[in-house]
Structures are given as C-alpha cells and as structure tokens.
C-alpha cells in the first residue's frame, strides 16, 4: 500500500517556495557573462563529475529527499526543459523569471485577492508583452550571428567564429565528439526533410529529444505499411546485426504501437517519419531521397508490394538525426557522383520548364539535393572538459538557430526590462509582471558584483544597457550582447505556465518516503 502525505494551504506553498529556493538559488549563480560554474557529482555522468553553466544540466541533477520541495523542482526543471526544447537556450531565464513571479505573488497577494482574477490578467499582460517582444526583434546575419554564437557559448570567441562560420556556409549545423584534442567544423552533403519523428518513444538522446541514427538503413515508401509481415523480411536482418532502421511512410496505429514497445525494449532501433509534401511533390520529393540514399522506392502508383522487399532496396546514410519536427540525414560518401547526375538531370529540367511555381519547387529539390550539413566536432584534453564544453557549443549552435529563425533582441536581460514602460503598477498582477520583467537584469549584475539599481536609472532609451563584461553603458545591440529573439518569449511564456500552476495550488498529495524509498 502507498501511503500518502498531504499538505494544505500555507504548509504546502512554504514547502513548495523551499524547493524552489533550492534549485533556483542553484542554477541562477551560472546567468550572465560573469555567471558563475556548477559542480555536479553524479553515477551518469562521465567519471562522476560534470562542470556546467548549462541551466537545464543543473536543474536535471537536483533531486530532493522532500518530495513536496522535489515537486517544485520538478515544474521549474519542466519549463527549463521546454525552453530548452522549443528554442535551445534561455533555460537559466526561464527559471529566474519564475521565482521571481512566485516571490511577488507571496509579497503582494493576500488572504483576500481572487488568486484566479490575478493569473488571468498575469497571462494577458505576458501575451501582450510577447507580441512587443516579437515586434521589436531584428533579423540576424554576418556578425550579429557571430556575437549570438559566442555570448551562447559562455563569451568564448572562439567557438563563436566557428559556429557562425559553419552557418555561413550551410543551413544545418550538428555537434558530436572529436575522436582528438581538436575542435573543427566539416561540412559534408546532407539533407533536410520537413518532418519529424511519429512517436516520442523513437528518442535516443533524451536532453535534445532527438532520435540519432549512425548509419542506418533506410525505408521509403508512399504505402501504408498496415502489417509488420510486410517487412519482417528485413526486420530480422536488422535486428541480428543490432542495426538501426528509418521508416519513410505511414505507419497502422497497430505496427507503430509493436514499434513502440519494441524500441522501448531495446529490441529494435527503429524510427519513423511520414513522407514529406503531398500529391506529385511527395512522389518526386521521395524519389529524390531514394536516388540519394541508394535505395529503392516503393510506390502505390507503380504497384509495388512492400511484401517482396529486400535488403537491398534498404537506403544508407552516414548518420541521421530526427526530431520533433525535422530530420537531418547525411549521405553515405559514395552516393556523390550519383547525386550529381541526379541534379544535373533536374537543372536541365528546370531550363524547360516555364510555369514559375514549378521552377521553384525544382530548384528546391535540387538546393535539397546539393545542400551540406556542418558538423562541428568537440574535442578537448579530458573527458570532463568534452562534455562541458560540447553542452556549450550544443547551446550556441540552437541559440544561433533560434536567432536565424525569430531574429534578435537586446541581452543582457534588457529587451524584458524595456517592457516594464507598458506594464503600470494598477494591480497585483502587473506589480508581479514588473517584478519578473526586472529579474533577469538584476540576477546578472548580482553575479557580476554590480548594484542593479545604481546601474537602472542611467538607461534612458530602448536597448540601453549594461556590459558586465567591460563595465560600460550603452546599446546592447551595437556592443554585440543580443539574445535570439524565441529564447526570451520562450523563456517568459513557460516561466509564467509553471509559475501561475503553481500560484493556482491550495492542497499537495505526495507519497511518503522512508530511507529514501518510496513507499
């Protein structure tokens, strides 16, 4: 039987504060240019040891014997996670912006504010404050790109020439380990297909949610694959040599579910992903994949039947890494000449061809086809040092996607201050908003030793700031302090979810733990 533990009312909020206090005492000292490093003993990590300033990393090591203060930690780890997830970095933020939501609510909500009223004006005053946030942001490219990269990875310049290099040259740009002491980008042929994996249990690499394939075989086909008998020809194969399969087609909600539990199980390394584009453009988008993996295509139209596959219909690649909403696939080397002659056929097509739409999609297909993936790999002396200093160069790669994707905002916890103008003090929810906005401002100069208010009062127009790193005022943009502009809304949209669920709780159920055992 599991016994239960629960808490109501105040005995509850100051057990879940505790918890709060904790992991965000922890993981705020690493905000800002002068953020400090974490510590971390662990069986999971590498020789028992991580050293990080990676947000999400320290908030994933905390687990507390309390299990009322380890829920708190739970949510606020939730909405790191998710930031991390949806844009790649701002995961500290995240975190500092709800605590700071949940002190203002202790300060400024009595025994007789209507909680809900406040919540409900708290999430209209934060979407108006992301619509400023996404109207005020400016596309990236050149240096910019440059300056997000290295203030991404812990302001070495380094790293930073590397990544927005790479990105320079390619679209996509991937992270792995050096088999050396060397760091160094290769750009090798590869391509992107707009969509991501069908079921959460493919995943691999839990941190990044993304399901890594090293070189696997490759099925394509337009059929509905409604029986697992159709390909159990080269399923068994597959699994005895412990290789890994990618699925291109629709899947019966009866062989994904066998798919499932499999992968879960770790009999199969399997994934799948639905064909991209519909119509004609699926069939040719699909033809092109098979010409560049070296595999056959199995299509309704021409009557193919999936029952007399064989291995050698299968596509190879390289590697391929599929997420939640995008796959990467990098080709096999010897696959090069044969996509050359595959793409001049289509440039020859594409001279023929006068409707302006159609012309596009070739020139597409054959961007697709010509297009390289950058690689950046990590090495370093030691194995500590690897893993911190890939979670980094991880970090800046996402957060210069990000950029690239929704533009760019003042740093340095600027473009959030700048909003507080919009925000009046007529309420208790815009008093806790006001709160918030200032925070991650003040949590940076904190770390750098710096008196935030003496520092506040100097800044008189939009993206005025403060360099902690070399104790000056001005405009963060044109100093080079600029955060991806979906790492700020992220950042502030999941703070105020996990905040104002957790401002919303009166009663908290846990299991009673003993010898640190649940019971």
């Known amino acids: 039987m599991i016994v239960k533990q629960v808490h109501l009312g105040d005995s509850g909020q100051e057990k879940l504060r505790a918890g709060i206090k904790k992991i965000a005492g922890a993981v705020k000292s690493t905000l800002g240019a002068r953020g400090r490093t974490v510590l971390i003993e662990s069986e999971n990590h590498v020789g028992g040891i991580t050293v990080t300033k990676d947000g999400v990393t320290v908030a994933r090591s905390i687990n507390l014997y309390d299990p009322t203060e380890n829920l708190a930690v739970m949510m606020l780890r939730q909405a790191a996670e998710k930031t991390a997830t949806m844009a790649g970095d701002g995961t500290t933020t995240s975190i500092v912006l709800a605590e700071a939501i949940i002190d203002a609510a202790e300060a400024y909500i009595e025994e007789d504010t209507n909680v809900t009223e406040v919540i409900r004006e708290i999430n209209s005053i934060s979407e108006r404050i992301d619509a400023r946030l996404k109207k005020k942001s400016k596309k990236v490219s050149g240096r910019r790109l440059r300056d997000v990269a290295t203030i991404s990875a812990n302001n070495d310049k380094k790293v930073g020439d590397m990544i927005a290099g790479a990105f320079e040259e390619v679209e996509m740009v991937t992270v792995e380990n050096s088999m050396n002491s060397e760091t160094y980008v290769d750009i090798i042929k590869g391509m992107r297909i707009e969509r991501g994996y069908t079921s959460k249990y493919f995943v691999t690499d839990q941190k990044k949610q993304e399901c890594v394939m090293e070189n696997p075989y490759v099925l394509i086909t337009d059929h509905e694959i409604s029986n697992l ?42 994934c799948n992903i639905i064909p991209p584009n519909f119509g004609y453009r699926k069939k040719e988008l699909l033809e092109d994949l098979a010409v560049a993996l070296g595999g056959t295509y199995f299509s309704d139209d021409t009557g193919d039947d999936l029952s007399v596959i064989q291995m050698g219909d299968l596509g190879r690649a390289a590697k391929i890494v599929v997420r939640k909403d995008m796959t990467v696939i990098m080709h096999s080397d010897d696959m090069g000449e044969t996509i050359s002659d595959h793409v001049e056929v289509l440039k020859k097509v594409v001279w023929g061809t006068e409707q302006k739409e159609e012309r596009d999609f070739l020139q597409e297909r054959i961007a697709n086809l010509s297009g390289g993936i950058g690689v950046i790999h990590v090495g370093a002396l030691t194995d500590i040092e690897q893993k911190e ?117 009166s009663s908290i159920i846990t299991n009673v733990r003993d010898n640190g055992d649940t019971k």
């Open 229 to 270: 008998a159709n390909i159990e020809e080269i399923l068994k194969p597959i699994v005895a040599q412990g290789k890994s399969l990618l699925i291109i087609g629709e899947l019966s909600q009866n062989v994904l579910n066998t798919l499932n539990v499999n992968a879960l199980q770790g009999k199969i390394k399997v």
């Open 389 to 505: 200093k890939r979670d980094r160069i991880d970090d800046a790669v996402c957060a210069v996607q990000a950029a690239i994707e929704g533009g760019i905002l003042p740093g340095g916890g600027i473009a959030l201050l700048n909003c507080m103008p919009m925000v009046d003090e007529s309420s208790i929810a815009s008093k806790i908003v006001r709160a918030a906005l200032f925070a991650p401002f003040s949590q940076i100069l904190e770390n750098a030793g710096v008196d935030g208010l003496s520092k506040m009062i100097d800044f008189k127009e939009d993206g005025v700031g403060y360099d902690v790193k070399n104790d000056k005022i001005g405009q963060m943009l044109k100093m080079g302090i600029i955060d991806p502009a979906n790492v700020t809304r992220n950042a502030l949209e999941n703070a105020v979810s996990v905040a104002t669920t957790i401002m919303s709780t």
